[in-house]
């Protein structure tokens, strides 16, 4: 195995799009479909796929995805500061990560992390 994408499954493909876009940060690599119902989504090293839930038989809104990045706090602050639906702060686990929570429009799950200076 060398990579993976995930996939989350949304109910407005164009608005989820643009919150991703406009409020996470990721960059659009590509659209596909007249009328677009498939977008491909990247940041760093990391891509998030869409797809509209009229084209698969999996429901909207039952995904999730952790991503782990260098700063967390300067990530969360980045995501408030721009408006994404951010659940909690970060805040240092007992499973060795500093992380926090994220959800799309659609209510899948992103997960920000990095590991814990408690952990070190």
Known sequence: MRGS????????VMESLAYYRDKIGFDVAF??????????LCSGEVTLHL???GQTPRQPGHGAVSIFVDDVDAV???????????????KDQDYGLRDF???DLD??????????????
């Open 51 to 53: 797809i509209s839930a």
């Open 31 to 40: 659209e596909y479909g007249k009328p677009t119902f498939y977008v491909g």
């Open 101 to 103: 929570d994220v959800v």
């Open 76 to 90: 969360h602050a980045g995501l408030i500061r721009r408006g994404a639906k951010v659940l909690k702060e970060p």
């Open 5 to 12: 994408t995930t996939i989350f499954t949304v109910t407005n």
């Open 107 to 120: 209510g899948n799950m992103i997960f920000f992390g990095m590991e814990s200076k408690k952990a070190s």
